[in-house]
């Protein structure tokens, strides 16, 4: 039985101390998914060993933990992050852009219902859109455009975070780029990650950014446990020193396995409670 309150507020702010998070356990079909260039393909023992690990750090900073069982054939169904985004008053329920992973946004919502999550609007048909490419930074929330989603999901997003009190941004994405939130992620409330090679930098005017070298555009899909403190992947040693230079706490973890197949922490845990 989970002990999490979800009301009244769940995500007051996007970089807010993290409270509560769910998780999607991998499924043995993550083998079938084909890796990026160069990379081997993954292991499920492997990503299981890995997930336990990443819930075990969130634990260990006091996160609350809903880890689901995969009901789907997809191997991307344990990117989560694609699932929906969560604003203080209720989840948004995404549409996500591969058919094969449509049946997600209904089993979303009845997790949601049986934890009385409240529900703050969905992206309708023939409306498309994943969690993982939209990023919320401050007061403003970022929307990739690039091979996901299309204008009328983006549009219908735009809706709902104005009405939340939320600058919408577009940023162009690389057409190599899997998701807006594995190339750029927010450390603190006026800090972003980015992979400049994968992203129009132009879009972060105002903001601080931290700039990650080509090799390591996917060091910049971390998860933020709050200000100036997040998960990141250990391989990416370049990268974790860059952030440390910058005054970001950073806790190395291995999520090789979900790596090879564009899957970067960010979108392996979305963020149900923030402070």
């Known amino acids: ?14 970089t807010g101390r993290l409270r509560a998070v769910m998780l999607m356990k991998p499924t043995a079909t993550l083998e079938n998914a084909r890796p990026l260039p160069g990379e081997p393909g993954a ?9 336990e690990i990443l819930r075990k750090t969130l634990a260990y900073f006091g996160v609350e933990t809903i880890v689901l069982e995969p009901r789907g054939e997809d191997p991307y169904e344990t990117a989560i992050g694609d699932a929906a985004v969560v604003f ?3 989840a948004l329920v995404m549409r996500p852009s591969a058919m094969s992973r449509r049946a997600e946004a209904d089993r979303f919502e009845s997790e949601c219902s049986r934890l009385d999550i409240p529900i703050a609007g969905t992206i309708a048909a023939p409306g498309l859109l994943d969690g993982g490419d939209v990023l919320l930074v401050g007061h403003t929330a970022f929307l990739g455009v690039g091979t996901r989603g299309n ?8 809706s709902v975070a104005r009405a939340h009190g939320f600058d919408v941004v577009e940023v162009a994405l690389a057409a190599d780029a899997p998701s807006l939130r594995s190339v750029a992620s927010a450390l603190a409330r006026d800090t972003v990650l980015i992979a400049p ?11 601080r950014t931290i700039e990650l070298d080509l090799g390591e555009e996917r060091a910049a899909g971390v998860i933020c446990l709050g200000e100036h403190h997040v998960i990141a992947d250990v391989r990416y040693r370049t990268a974790l020193a860059r952030m440390r230079k910058a005054g970001i706490v950073v806790e190395g973890i291995d999520v090789y ?4 197949v564009g899957v970067t922490p960010s979108l392996l845990a979305l963020a149900l409670k923030r402070d």
Request: charged content about 30%; hydrophobic content about 40%.
């Open 88 to 90: 203080e008053d209720g």
């Open 1 to 14: 039985m989970t002990t999490i309150d979800f009301g009244p507020r769940l995500v007051g702010t996007p």
């Open 257 to 260: 396995d979900f790596e090879k």
């Open 197 to 207: 090679e994968k992203v129009d930098a132009r879009a972060f005017a105002g903001f």
């Open 43 to 51: 292991v499920y023992a492997r990503a299981l060993e890995q997930h």
């Open 151 to 158: 204008a009328i999901g983006r549009s219908g997003f735009t």
